[in-house]
């Protein structure tokens, strides 16, 4: 009873002291004549009021929440290194995804008319004139179909029937002219036809438009559905490199293929080849009438032969990028180990 009556004494003690503490320096921002220097004691305020507080009691203010969360997403094992040292005190992550989550900014809800386009609507007021001329690159992500059921919303189906997505095609901006990119809009399918994308994708178009945004170039893979889609661009239809943009007429806008996803086509496609060698044959780009060869088995071979040697012509190459599962035929990173200007191809 007695230690009791000792440890509630000292916790009441502490909170006196740092309720003076706090008090000094809320004095000394109201008679600072530096703004600077508001952040700075607020932040000093904020953790004193902390420091004597069950976590689960800790309070945190709206500014401090947005600079946790942008320290978060520049860097996690920043964040972590900083939380898990006990020189701040900072709120869990799982507070952060909580706190985030509550903006509402998700694929099911932007697929309305009442808010589509609402995130990248609100992120364009912090952009610059140089982040507002962007190239627009669709991307197809391949899903498991399975439907959740979470905080009472049924999650995972398609945005045009009620069977759950196959896969997502991700609406990406990236300026022509700064380092800004980010995710415009997720559209969940299950099946999807190039009339359907077509019109869905001219709908992007017109809004990011509508926005504020000036779309110079659309770029997708080489996909059936893709190029027939940005071939209704034109009347009659056709496949070109121009088209008229459907805000501003007076205004074209381009259509390239992805070149990340070509050089994935040319890799994966010679490492299919049946032939003796693994060898694809392209024509020589000084003389079209010649053909040349290229052998895939050579690179092993090379591989093999320099493993155990410090100086190497081949010195990119690894084993995943010679024999990649088919997750790792996906994977960029390896592509360029076999396709750059460093590996020499050689007669062997």
């Known amino acids: 009873m007695l230690a009791h009556s000792s440890t509630t004494k000292n916790s009441e003690d502490i909170k006196d002291v740092l309720e003076v503490l706090i008090s000094l320096l809320n004095k000394i921002k109201n008679h600072n004549?530096?703004?600077?220097?508001?952040?700075?004691i607020d932040f000093m305020i904020e953790q004193l009021s902390n420091l004597n507080v069950v976590k689960k009691h800790r309070r945190y203010s709206y500014e401090f929440l947005i600079f946790?969360?942008?320290?978060?997403?520049?860097?996690?094992?920043?964040?972590?290194?900083?939380?898990?040292?006990?020189?701040?005190?900072?709120?869990?992550?799982?507070?952060?995804?909580?706190?985030?989550?509550?903006?509402g900014v998700n694929p099911s809800?932007?697929?309305?008319?009442?808010?589509?386009?609402?995130?990248?609507?609100?992120?364009?007021?912090?952009?610059?004139?140089?982040?507002?001329?962007?190239?627009?690159?669709i991307d197809e992500i391949h899903l498991r179909p399975t439907d959740d059921y979470v905080g009472?919303?049924?999650?995972?189906?398609?945005?045009?029937?009620?069977?759950?997505?196959?896969?997502?095609?991700?609406?990406?901006?990236?300026?022509?002219?700064?380092?800004?990119?980010?995710?415009?809009?997720i559209l969940p399918v299950s099946t999807l036809t190039a009339e359907m994308f077509h019109s869905f994708l001219?709908?992007?178009?017109?809004?990011?438009?509508?926005?504020?945004?000036?779309?110079?170039?659309?770029?997708?893979?080489?996909?059936?559905?893709?190029?027939k889609a940005v071939s209704l661009f034109a009347n009659p239809p056709k496949l070109k490199i121009r088209y008229t943009n459907p805000v501003y007429s007076e205004r074209d806008f381009f259509f390239i293929f992805d070149t990340v996803h070509i050089l994935k086509c040319v890799k994966n496609n010679w490492l299919c080849q049946k032939n003796y060698g693994t060898c694809m044959f392209y024509p020589s780009f000084d003389n079209f009438s010649l053909f040349k060869t290229a052998s895939f088995q050579a690179l092993k071979k090379l591989h093999e032969i320099?493993?155990?040697?410090?100086?190497?012509?081949?010195?990119?190459?690894?084993?995943?990028?010679?024999?990649?599962?088919?997750?790792?035929?996906?994977n960029v990173k390896l592509v360029l180990q076999v396709i750059n200007n460093v590996v020499v191809y050689n007669k062997l």
């Open 202 to 227: 001219n709908k992007v178009i017109v809004g990011l438009e509508t926005i504020g945004f000036k779309v110079i170039v659309v770029v997708t893979d080489n996909n059936a559905i893709n190029k």
């Open 68 to 103: 946790c969360s942008l320290l978060k997403s520049i860097s996690p094992h920043c964040y972590s290194f900083l939380r898990n040292s006990k020189v701040f005190i900072l709120p869990h992550e799982s507070t952060l995804r909580r706190v985030c989550s509550e903006f």
């Open 33 to 40: 004549s530096k703004n600077e220097e508001d952040k700075f």
């Open 109 to 137: 809800q932007e697929q309305d008319d009442d808010s589509f386009l609402s995130y990248i609507t609100q992120k364009f007021n912090f952009l610059g004139d140089k982040d507002k001329t962007i190239s627009l690159m």
């Open 306 to 330: 320099e493993s155990e040697k410090l100086l190497k012509y081949g010195y990119g190459l690894t084993q995943k990028a010679l024999a990649p599962t088919s997750f790792e035929r996906q």
């Open 152 to 185: 009472g919303k049924l999650y995972g189906m398609s945005y045009n029937s009620s069977n759950a997505a196959t896969s997502a095609f991700v609406f990406m901006v990236q300026s022509l002219l700064s380092s800004y990119k980010d995710v415009a809009h």
